[in-house]
């Protein structure tokens, strides 16, 4: 494909902006709205619509196929064992007042007033010393499900880092190594450890432009989830080149986010395991915490779990996944799931310079109003301190801060032009201010 402008592609969408249930109407709007049963007519008319586009511009279906993936997708149920931990609440009312400071200086509406503001948030929920802290759910019902989005990534991220920290996996060995079908390819030339920090060199990045193109190699890619774009996934990483930059994996500025290197990152997983990515979650990850419900792993056509995103859980269960990586893991858990040598390989298999300067620090530096030093595996960022973040589409987001014993997550619906989404950044307020910095 002939490479677009930003212009260009806006021009190109505008159409499908504006068909019907792509746009935000009072049926949503304010998202309290999604709270609301529809009607039988309206279910079937957004049942129809059903399509990538709806699923992404965060228009009014947009918000029902987000809290019902289930009903459009084949589904895998992740299921838990044993009994549910149940959390305990500690409400502080003082984090409703929470401001921090933007990148300008300047300070933020307060998280009150935020969460009912144009980021549409539908969840947001908060955790300290492993008691729940904050919960709101502006656009959902508590026990309602949701999609991850890309926060889904620290799945693959998850179970990738056990295989490494077992000595399963070598970081310095070429992807292809461990997936036979993607020998012969660029593959062979790119190391497990640029893939698991999305540095390794290729011409795969999610860019504002090229996710959206119609007929790019990232819009087809994430197509083939629902099956409108019919090859294989292996077949169309195995069809990737190298960056037209020249950079090689690691190089300076080279951290370039995709989607494609988690999706790598589960069929590493896979072939070392021999079990597919839905039985390693399950078995690794959901049987061993008091998870109250299943999570629910979409799959693509094929029967592929689609792990870098397509997962569907309650907020309060994205908030026990996050605990784990916190030092009260043991208020969901009897076993430790991540491990303090898991914890390093997040943190150190990253090269700083291939972060430094590159689009995904600048989107940090809104959200938070500083920039991170570097990312982690399948974490967006990881600043100095150690806390880690990971976003996904639309404004979903997953906050672990072990050093003050924190966590968050958070779900919503908002489009690109909604403004800056400043809940990663209440999210680092509200750990600092709970360890009473």
């Known amino acids: 494909m002939t490479e ?9 969408l505008a159409h499908i902006a504006a068909m019907p249930g792509n746009t935000v109407t009072e049926r949503t709007n304010p998202i309290s709205k999604a709270k609301l049963p529809l009607s039988a007519e ?3 008319e957004i049942t129809k619509r059903f399509s990538y586009w709806g699923v992404q511009m965060a228009g009014d279906d947009s918000v029902y196929y987000n809290g019902h993936m289930s009903q459009y997708m084949h589904t895998q149920m992740v ?3 044993g009994p549910v931990a149940e959390l305990e609440r500690a409400i502080d009312p003082r984090l409703k007042d929470l401001t921090f400071k ?7 509406d307060k998280l009150a007033d935020f969460l009912v503001g144009p980021a ?12 729940v802290v904050f919960e709101e759910y502006p656009g959902m019902k508590p026990n309602d499900s949701h999609i991850w989005m890309s926060t889904g990534k620290t799945t693959s991220g998850l179970l990738f880092t056990q295989l490494v920290a077992e000595g399963k996996v070598n970081l310095d060995d070429m992807a292809s190594k461990y997936v036979p079908a993607l020998q012969g390819s660029v593959w062979d030339e790119i190391p497990v450890w640029a893939t698991a920090t999305m540095s390794p060199g290729l011409d795969v990045e999610e860019t504002m432009v090229s996710i959206i193109a119609p007929g790019s190699w990232i819009n087809n890619f994430h197509h083939t989830f629902l099956g409108e774009y019919d090859i294989p996934y292996i077949e169309q990483l195995r069809t990737v080149k190298r960056h037209p930059s020249g950079e090689k994996p690691g190089d300076p500025k080279s951290y370039r986010y995709s989607s494609a290197n988690p999706l790598v990152l589960q069929f590493i997983c896979e072939a070392v395991e021999k079990k597919p990515f839905g039985t390693l979650l399950q078995e690794r990850v959901w049987e061993k915490a008091g998870f109250r419900n299943p999570m629910q792993l979409h799959l693509a056509p094929d029967g592929m779990g ?3 995103g397509m997962m569907s859980t ?7 996944y996050a605990l784990l990586h916190t030092p009260s893991w043991n208020k969901v858990a009897s076993e430790r799931i991540v491990t303090d040598e898991m914890d390093k390989i997040y943190r150190s298999t990253a090269r700083i310079q291939t972060y430094e300067g590159s689009v995904e620090q600048g989107y940090n530096l809104d959200w938070f109003g500083h920039p991170p030093k570097s990312q982690g595996v399948m974490w967006d960022c990881v600043f100095e301190d150690g806390a880690m973040f990971k976003h996904g589409n639309l404004g979903q987001g997953i906050y672990v801060d072990p050093k003050r014993d924190f966590c968050a997550m958070g779900f919503g619906i908002a489009d690109n032009n909604s403004g800056i989404d400043y809940a990663p950044g209440f999210m680092r307020a509200a750990a600092k201010h709970c360890a009473g910095e």
Do not use: F, I, N, W
């Open 306 to 308: 689609v792990g870098y």
């Open 42 to 44: 309206e279910y079937y």
């Open 314 to 320: 309650t907020p309060e269960d994205m908030l026990r």
């Open 102 to 108: 933007k990148k300008d200086g300047t300070s933020t």
């Open 120 to 131: 549409r948030k539908q969840a947001l929920m908060m955790a300290h010393k492993g008691k």
């Open 4 to 12: 677009k402008t930003l212009e260009e592609v806006k021009k190109e």
């Open 79 to 81: 299921m838990p064992d």
